[in-house]
């Protein structure tokens, strides 16, 4: 959630961080773990039809090839939407970048994940500035 995604289904339970670590690793085959900020922020338009292709096509990989891992595979495919507060959808962002203006002059409209975004399309991945103190002027 913290990187804005807004549909999930669960692909295994395991008993520990481990086990789901090598299971995250087979499934780089199949998925990217790089998120598109500009594309998350954007698009808001996943299918569920692809979510589903793309678990039964992994579920089915792990079960041919590390059968000792399909004891954790998770036959349950319902899914899980996630919706975050946006005011208003925007098409074209920019980023943030403090060492070009450290001031942002804007309305924030929406959050998304670890985002924030503001009516002047600056987006801001607020994951950067863990450790900064910032000022907030509400008005």
């Known amino acids: 959630?913290?990187?804005?995604?807004?549909?999930?289904?669960?692909?295994?339970?395991?008993?520990?961080?481990y086990i789901a670590g090598i299971i995250e690793n087979i499934s780089k085959k199949f998925l990217s773990d790089?998120?598109?900020?500009?594309?998350m922020l954007i698009i808001n338009n996943i299918k569920t039809n692809?979510?589903?292709?793309?678990?039964?096509?992994?579920?089915?990989?792990i079960f041919k090839n590390f059968i000792i891992y399909s004891k954790y595979l998770n036959i349950n495919n319902?899914?899980?939407?996630?919706?975050?507060?946006?005011?208003?959808?925007?098409?074209?962002?920019?980023?943030?970048?403090?060492?070009k203006n450290n001031i942002i002059f804007s309305k924030l409209i929406g959050i998304k994940g670890q985002y924030l975004i503001f009516s002047n399309k600056t987006v801001i991945n607020i994951r950067n500035f863990i450790g900064y103190i910032i000022d907030i002027i509400i008005y």
């Open 50 to 61: 692809n979510l589903l292709f793309i678990k039964n096509k992994l579920y089915n990989y």
């Open 78 to 99: 319902k899914i899980y939407k996630f919706k975050y507060p946006i005011l208003k959808n925007i098409r074209k962002i920019i980023l943030f970048n403090r060492k």
């Open 1 to 17: 959630m913290d990187q804005g995604a807004i549909l999930s289904i669960i692909l295994a339970i395991t008993p520990n961080r």
């Open 34 to 39: 790089r998120t598109n900020y500009r594309k």
